[in-house]
Nanobody
Framework: QVQVLESGGGLVQAGGSLRLSCAAS????????VAWFRQAPGKEREIVAA????????YYVGSVKGRFTISRDNAETTVDLQMSSLKPEDTAVYYC????????????????????WGQGTQVTVSS
């Protein structure tokens, strides 16, 4: 059973930066595609960024393009989300999700694609 744990959330002023980290245990992490989702109060959960097994192919939702970067280190079994130029509308609980897949170079953007989820980490951006 894969266990997923997020860390790095917190409170930051608008324009600031945060780095979220997703660690996975209990499985071969390099066999998993990974994504970050977020859910703001009163809103549905949405995809933020996704990365394939190779780390070479990435997806970003339009609202974070140019500000967020997803990356992975399969040796360290972590996937990070570097968030810069943060805005109050980025305030949400951020979730890491993983999907075991035999496909090396494909990312996934739908919540239903993912098998394992973390508990979430709160990111609050003050204006």
């Amino acid at each position: 059973q894969v266990q997923v744990l997020e860390s790095g959330g917190g409170l930051v002023q608008a324009g600031g930066s945060l780095r979220l980290s997703c660690a996975a245990s209990g499985g071969t992490f390099s066999r998993h595609a990974v994504a970050w989702f977020r859910q703001a109060p009163g809103k549905e959960r949405e995809i933020v960024a996704a990365i394939d097994r190779s780390g070479d192919n990435r997806y970003y939702v339009g609202s974070v393009k140019g500000r967020f970067t997803i990356s992975r280190d399969n040796a360290e079994t972590t996937v990070d989300l570097q968030m810069s130029s943060l805005k109050p509308e980025d305030t949400a609980v951020y979730y890491c999700a993983t999907k075991r897949t035999n496909t090396y170079n494909r990312y996934y953007t739908q919540q239903g694609d993912y098998d394992y989820w973390g508990q979430g980490t709160q990111v609050t951006v003050s204006s």
